[in-house]
């Protein structure tokens, strides 16, 4: 008889960002000092990740980089997990998008499967690489506890994908800043089942907002 190993696999968003409410996308800007702080206070939470994979993004990045350095943990960096290109939008406020392109953007919400950012990348593509991302991570760490750090629409895609969910489903999943989501993966022979543990894990809300 085969024994089942579980992995763990926990889900970082990087915290708030420069720049304000923006489409930030494939576009590389740099945490706000709130935001490097909020991450951090979800992490001191965690002393069990035994590896680190994240987005070449910085906002992802420095962040992980930095904390696999102060635990002694290896450090992987998977464009993979990078943000979703928002093409026409990246860049703009999100407001002024919704303003002046509100069909457009009405459409991407309700129907993200059909239609994609104008000019950036389909769901389609985001849900295939962010899955492989997450399959790799979980062959190579099998019966371990890693964490993704990565995006805000990168873990709502992957998060709907592997609950065999609808893509507009994506949507209603909140994932604020600093989001932390965990799945235990369990293989038991040619079987393999991925269950959501728990979902926007909030460690570092208390450490934050002055409580």
Same mark, same amino acid.
């Given at each position: ?46 002393p069990h990740w035994q590896h680190v994979i994240a987005s070449p993004l ?69 849900r295939a690489r962010a899955r492989a991302a997450f399959e790799d991570a !979980? #062959?190579?760490? &099998?019966?371990?506890?890693?964490? *993704? $750090? @990565? =995006?805000?629409?990168?873990?709502? +895609? ?27 993966? !369990? #293989?038991?022979? &040619?079987?393999?089942?991925?269950? *959501? $543990? @728990? =979902?926007?894990?909030?460690?570092? +809300? ?6």
């Amino acid at each position: 008889m085969v024994e089942a190993t579980a992995t763990l696999v926990d889900l970082l968003r990087h915290g708030e960002c420069e720049g304000g409410a923006i489409f930030r996308g494939s576009r590389d800007v740099a945490l706000s000092a709130a935001g490097l702080a909020r991450m951090q206070a979800q992490a001191d939470a965690q002393p069990h990740w035994q590896h680190v994979i994240a987005s070449p993004l910085r906002r992802c990045r420095v962040f992980a980089e930095k904390l696999a350095a102060e635990r002694g943990l290896g450090c992987t960096i998977d464009r993979r997990l990078r943000e979703i290109d928002f093409g026409r939008w990246e860049g703009r406020p999100v407001a002024e998008v919704w303003d002046q392109d509100h069909d457009a953007a009405q459409a991407w919400f309700d129907d993200p499967e059909q239609n994609g950012p104008p000019g950036g990348e389909s769901l389609a593509a985001l849900r295939a690489r962010a899955r492989a991302a997450f399959e790799d991570a !979980v #062959a190579a760490h &099998a019966g371990g506890h890693v964490v *993704l $750090v @990565a =995006h805000g629409g990168l873990m709502r +895609a992957l998060l709907a994908d592997l609950l065999a969910m609808p893509g507009a489903a994506m949507h209603r999943l909140e994932v604020p800043y600093a989001c932390l989501s965990r799945l235990r993966v !369990v #293989a038991d022979g &040619a079987r393999t089942n991925t269950q *959501l $543990v @728990a =979902h926007n894990i909030d460690f570092g +809300a208390a450490k934050t907002c002055g409580a």
